[in-house]
């Protein structure tokens, strides 16, 4: 994907490649791009139309090609980073009949019976869909392991089994884009204010946000492990910087853009005689 204000491809810029250290990213930066928000949100609008037409190409070939890819965005960030937005302004300018959103919740005791991939599985996206895991499996690692919810021995298994369970999708043509939309504590101190602020915001608000903050470096470091044990190249990490809301969705944009037209979705070609048609329906 190119435009006038990247300057540099965000699928290379924001990967989690060796060596990467969370703590080296500013939240406040716009990686990659020279333009301001009004820029910013002026191309936002305008690739849009291209993210609709790619993700209609996906959906239609689908329907002719029942081993068609799919793509899998997982969301993950501390609260109040904008996994909302993203999926109002980037996911929502698509056709809502190819995209499968699932925002994972505190798990019920069905789902505490089984293994913690078990509800997983069964959201993964049908082929021709873009699926969006507004949280994901990456919870059981990384609340796990900030708020000691589980042994380390066991962490540390469900590093493997996130492994394997990323690569088994990608064998069968999920293309998957993992992204932490990464703020600063600052940044959410302040969001979280304008919820208590505003009674229209109250809703969004959770008394357990401040508690979540009072670990805040213990998240990091949990942030760090996750990206060191789990970005591999079938299924990439991005870290996001996400201060500026409108960089944020934009970066984002521009990672489904990219995955998308590495696959290349093509319209089905018609299985009846087009002119045939033509004919039959100008005689009606």
Known sequence: MTDAHWTASPSTLLRVGPGFRLADVDPASTPGYDGGKKAGQADLAAAAERFDQ???RLYAQSRTQPDSPSVLLVLQAMDSAGKGGIVRHVIGATDPQGV???AFKKPTAEELAHDFLWRIEKEVPEPGYIGVFDRSHYEDVLIGRA???APGEEIERRYGAIADFEERMAGRGVHI??????ISGDEQKSRLAERLDRPDKHWKYNPGDVDERELWPAYMEAYQTVFERTSTDRAPW??????????ARLA?????????ERIDPQWPVADFDVEAEKARLAAT
């Open 147 to 149: 708020r000691q919810l």
């Open 177 to 182: 884009v993992k992204v932490m939309l990464h």
């Open 54 to 56: 790619l993700q209609e």
């Open 238 to 247: 991005f870290v996001v910087p996400a201060n500026a809301k409108w960089y």
């Open 100 to 102: 499968h959103l699932k």
């Open 252 to 260: 984002v944009q521009a990672l489904l853009i990219d995955v998308l």
